[in-house]
């Protein structure tokens, strides 16, 4: 089983910076931030891929956020710049069982394509 484990939330200002962090024990090819606010759906935030470095991203962050990842650590991090009040929502590291070198349509940011999920962490952007 791949554990996988959040840290970095916390209260922000809109236009502040928070930067996220996901820790996998376990072989992971490509891990994923999803995010979450109550009675909303689950969406996809960004995607990086351990094969190539390839990284994906939501329209709604492009320019904003920027994924990176330490494949000696075994970690992935999520820098969150320029927050604004819409970012709220718990955020979760996500991986498939399925070992992935190449990422087709919009497949990353599809939750059914995972199968492990970290337990979250809250992301609050208010003045």
């Known amino acids: 089983q791949v554990q996988l484990v959040e840290s970095g939330g916390g209260l922000v200002q809109p236009g502040g910076s928070l930067r996220l962090s996901c820790t996998a024990s376990g072989f992971t090819s490509a891990i994923a931030w999803f995010r979450q606010a109550p009675g909303k759906e689950r969406e996809g935030v960004s995607c990086i891929l351990k094969s190539d470095g390839s990284a994906y991203y939501a329209d709604s962050v492009k320019g904003r956020f920027t994924i990176s990842r330490d494949n000696v650590e075994n970690m992935v991090f999520l820098q969150m710049n320029n927050l604004k009040p819409e970012d709220t929502g718990v955020y979760y590291c996500?991986?498939?069982?399925?070992?992935?070198?190449?990422?087709?349509?919009?497949?990353?940011?599809?939750?059914?394509?995972?199968?492990?999920w970290g337990q979250g962490t809250q992301v609050t952007v208010s003045s």
């Open positions: 996500a991986t498939p069982k399925a070992i992935w070198v190449k990422v087709y349509d919009n497949m990353w940011s599809d939750p059914d394509f995972y199968d492990y």
